[in-house]
């Protein structure tokens, strides 16, 4: 096809001619010189779309072309091609240096105007955020455009910018253009529904907002789960609080990590506090303040243990030191190593500075053999008399070192690349005066400082002593804390490295100590060996921290290598830019080993110990911990490598957990190293086993928990309350694992739900009947009835809540029938107000007289009750007292009249009273006392045998 498009190009088709420039772009490889050679003949015949096309080849080349792409772009626009009115406009408000909006505008409006959607958006994107002040009326019109002729974009944009940007918002009309954002699948729109409902429309609707986050986070939005999780954690549903949360975490969410970190750490009722750090370090690693105060204020982290990094400035700045590179600095080495590389390894495995010769030994680096000799014999004599080495030089060490070391040191002199070696990584003196040495032999460090400070911008001598002074400070001190002192200690190198008089001086030592074995080839070789052991020393300085836990020095030199990268890609600098991620690779590839060797103890030991293997699995990702948020700082996820290690972390552990759980049955120990793995189960294959082991795992807990509550109550009935109160408590969260499995309305679902509510159900009941605590087996009978799904567990825990309920009914009425008044049933009783009952059972009748047992019953009455009942009450005392009399009359006056029977009339007189009285009396009784003997208590009584009054009759 493109020989047939040749020839007719070749003829003078000028379409054929655009038809073989794009033929000649697309194909594979691309031949973009000959495209542009036709397209330009076809732009020469008039046709608008090669212009177009040459403007785009323009816009693209690298660099970018923007003047001749402007030009094409116009040509083709003059032409009346729709797309360069487009393209004209973009170039202009994004590309052109500086922008020309107003230009800008102009041409996307004419592409608007033919229909460009994309036009219509980017014109609405202008109005809204590029011109001064914004016109919120014109960026409306034109995303309303753009949604018309579906650019669905501007759908969530029109709907943004009326709820965030004018003033006042527009909720209502932000709501309606996010539903229509998200029926065109805009995850991002469902967000910002469920935001509008739960904060912004009123009243504020939680019900519709979780709605929306669902559907937000069945769209891959990585915020909603976290709002999910928040909304769960403050309804105190915290198990489901943790699945939405490690959702979003998977997601990436740094808040949803450090929620996670404080469910872990005290709000769950089992905490796990090294899961809980391991989700912290995951959220301060993402970058989020609160997981790193969080850490802090934990004892016995490292966060919290680490001493304070000191305050330092930096003092070598990359633009104020001498960078006078020249044909003196040699160019790289060549493939064939003249032992340099060797020595240099060497050097930064053997403690580097610490065992310098020339600082064991106090001698300045240009010290010639007669010198070394000296000094043996010096040091052979120390030996003989058994006295210790005088501290000689500069930064002598610390203890003084062994005669011998100090020999052994300077024997390796004699090999010349050595020499050359030791010679640059330690100072070097001034030709003839030197008061910056001078100083540094005196003890005076900050004075030799500032001299070669002062001289850096001028010196590379100067430069380079002021590297090595700095490497010794951040090996051997506490400013090796702060990333300070590396940067500069690299800075300096970096400048000195660069620099002619460093080289200079090289060469010179280099004839001195063996022209003949140091020449070109060992310079050279040591110009791209020494970048690398520089490099080399953050590496092995990262991968023992590592191995040691040590979070702080792994953090510093982390810095220092992002830093220094950024720096080198700002500044000339003798550091390719391959060197550094080098650097990062091999500590990547060093801590890779190490996890591996790890995992596979940990799964050795695990075989040969299974009844041990949930601890090795422990202390496994407690090695490990520290190594791999190195290797995922330096190889963020989805590295192939720091996924593979936190691939076999998992399985590992997993495995390890297999073995455990298989011989004890220990369901708590399998939860809790789950949990810990949730931070370290980064790749979707091992969130996907995590979720398998999770389902038969939170079943295994779940029963577990049962068996604890009944075995609870089998041996103390009056615990079923704490029994229930840590079942449902401890459930929660293998529950929600279970749900987030199979849903919330699954068979698996029911079945646990209704174990659980069961169970806790009749550790209540067992509470109850021992205690009598009404009110605590209510309240723990209010959480359990939301739970069962079954008919059976409904119907269970729905009998034990009426058999409560009918018993609180009954003890309401009493408490009523003994706190209000029994006559009126609506005042309350007066302290002083009752009415005593007198009753009496049990007569026996002995020689003496009777027996009985008594007893009285108060029943309660009012004050006003009483006032009301007094007068009866008075009447009925004088009626007896009257009748009491009247029968004494007539008994006394019967006595008398047999002897004078005129008393007779007396005592007849008076029995009539007394008859009349005994009657009165009796109804006045049925009035007053009839409704008093009516009290529950005392039916209750008299139906029990107690027989009214105190006594008998």
């Known amino acids: 096809m493109t020989s047939d498009l040749h020839d007719r190009a070749a003829t003078g088709d000028v379409a054929a001619m655009h038809d073989l420039g794009y033929a000649l772009e697309k194909a594979d490889p691309p031949d973009l010189i000959e495209a542009s050679q036709w397209y330009e003949r076809a732009a020469a015949g008039g046709h608008r779309c090669a212009m177009n096309d040459l403007g785009r080849l323009a816009e693209n080349k690298n660099p970018r072309d923007v003047r001749t792409a402007r030009e094409w772009y116009e040509r083709a626009a003059a032409a009346g091609h729709v797309d360069a009115y487009f393209r004209l406009g973009y170039l202009l408000a994004e590309l052109a240096d500086p ?27 202008i109005y809204n955020y590029s011109v001064d002040p914004p016109d919120f009326l014109a960026a409306r019109r034109w995303y ?70 669902e559907k937000a986070t069945a769209g891959g939005h990585a915020d909603a789960p976290f709002a999910l999780g928040v909304l769960a954690e403050a309804d105190g549903d915290l198990g489901a609080a943790v699945i939405w949360y490690e959702k979003a975490a998977a997601a990436g969410q740094a808040g949803a990590m450090n929620n996670l970190g404080t469910l872990f750490q005290s709000k769950l009722a089992t905490p796990n506090l090294p899961a809980a750090i391991e989700w912290y370090e995951r959220a301060a690693a993402a970058g989020d303040p609160n997981a790193r105060d969080n850490l802090a204020r934990l004892p016995g982290t490292a966060a919290a243990t680490a001493e304070p990094r000191p305050e330092l400035l930096r003092t070598v700045l990359p633009e104020r030191v001498a960078r006078a590179g020249s044909s003196e600095v040699p160019a790289g080495g060549s493939a064939t190593s003249v032992g340099v590389t060797a020595v240099l390894e060497a050097f930064v495995d053997d403690a580097a500075y610490a065992r310098n010769p020339f600082r064991l030994a ?163 070789e040591l110009r791209q060996a020494v970048p690398v052991a520089l490099l080399r020393i953050h590496t092995e300085l990262i991968v023992r921290a590592a191995d040691d836990n040590s979070s702080a020095t792994t953090d510093v030199h982390l810095e220092v290598l992002d830093q220094f990268a950024e720096q080198t890609a700002r500044y000339p600098s003798i550091f390719s830019g391959g060197v550094i991620g080098d650097a990062r690779d091999t500590a990547v590839r060093k801590l890779a080993a190490r996890l591996k060797s790890i995992t596979d103890e940990a799964f050795d030991a695990g075989a040969k110990q299974p009844k041990e293997a949930n601890a090795t699995a422990h202390r496994m990702l407690d090695r490990a911990r520290v190594p791999l948020q190195v290797i995922d700082r330096l190889r963020p996820p989805p590295d192939p490598v720091g996924a593979g290690a936190h691939d076999d972390l998992v399985q590992t552990a997993i495995s390890c957990d297999i073995k455990y759980f298989n011989e004890t049955k220990d369901a708590a120990a399998s939860e809790a190293l789950l949990e810990r793995l949730g931070p370290v189960a980064t790749t979707a294959a091992t969130r996907a086993r995590m979720a398998t082991e999770w389902e038969s795992t939170a079943k295994s807990r779940i029963a577990e928990l049962i068996s604890i509550a009944r075995r609870a109550i089998e041996v103390s009935e009056g615990s079923g309350a704490q029994a229930a109160r840590e079942l449902l408590d401890r459930s929660r969260l293998p529950l929600a694992r279970v749900r987030a499995v199979h849903g919330p309305d699954g068979e698996q679902m029911a079945k646990w739900q209704d174990a659980v509510a ?68 609506s005042r309350p009783k007066a302290a002083d107000g009752h009415v005593r009952v007198g009753l009496h059972r049990d007569v026996q009748h002995t020689v003496n007289g009777k027996k009985w047992r008594a007893l009285h019953v108060d029943v309660p009455r009012c004050a006003v009750c009483k006032e009301e009942h007094r007068p009866a009450e008075q009447q009925r005392t004088n009626t007896g007292a009257v009748c009491a009399i009247a029968w004494l009359v007539a008994i006394v006056g019967f006595f ?18 007394a008859v009349i009285s005994s009657i009165v009396l009796g109804s006045m009784d049925n009035e007053v006392q009839e409704h008093t003997m009516r009290f529950p208590h005392v039916t209750d009584l008299i139906e029990q045998g107690w027989k009214k009054g105190e006594r008998p009759a």
């Open 99 to 125: 922008p020309d909006r107003i230009a800008s505008l102009e041409w996307y409006t004419k592409a608007a105007e033919s229909g460009s959607n994309t036009a219509m958006y980017n014109l609405g994107q």
């Open 144 to 213: 309303e455009q753009a949604a018309a002729a579906g650019y669905t974009d501007s759908l969530f944009k029109l709907a943004y910018m009326l709820a965030e940007r004018v003033n006042p918002p527009d909720y209502l009309g932000a709501r309606q253009w996010y539903e229509k954002a998200a029926e065109n699948g805009s995850a991002a729109a469902m967000y910002n529904i469920g935001q509008l409902y739960r904060y912004n429309l009123e009243p504020h609707d939680l019900v519709a907002a979780r709605s929306w986050y």
């Open 362 to 524: 106090g001698l300045r680096t240009d010290a010639d053999s007669r010198k070394l000799r000296s000094r043996v014999t010096e040091i052979e004599a120390a030996e003989r008399l058994g006295a210790p080495l005088a501290r000689t030089g500069v930064l002598p060490v610390t203890p003084l070192p062994d005669p011998a070391d100090v020999k052994s040191a300077l024997n390796r002199l004699r090999e010349p690349v050595n020499r050359l070696v030791q010679e640059l990584f330690w100072f070097w003196p001034a030709d003839g005066a030197d008061p910056a040495m001078d100083l540094l032999a005196t003890g005076d460090i900050a004075g030799a400082e500032r001299i070669w400070v002062d001289q850096a911008d001028k010196d590379g001598i100067a430069v380079h002593n002021l590297a090595v002074l700095r490497h010794v400070q951040g090996m051997e001190t506490a400013r090796g804390r702060a990333p300070e002192t590396w940067l500069d200690a690299l800075t300096a190198w970096d400048a000195a490295l660069g620099d002619a008089a460093l080289w200079q001086r090289l060469r010179a030592r280099a004839a001195r100590i063996d022209e003949r074995r140091l020449g070109e080839l060992v310079l050279a």
């Open 758 to 825: 069961r169970t806790a159900t009749s550790c209540t009941v067992a509470y109850f009947n021992k205690s009598g605590d009404l009110d605590t087996a209510e309240q723990l009978l209010t959480r359990i009835r939301p739970l069962p799904q079954g008919s059976d567990a409904q119907e269970f825990v729905g009998e034990q809540s009426a058999a409560l309920g009918r018993i609180r009914q009954q003890r309401t009425a009493a408490a009523q029938l003994e706190n209000n008044c029994w006559y009126c049933k």
């Open 896 to 913: 008398i009249g047999l002897a004078a029977h005129p008393v007779f009339v007396v005592a007849g007189i008076a029995l009539v009273v």
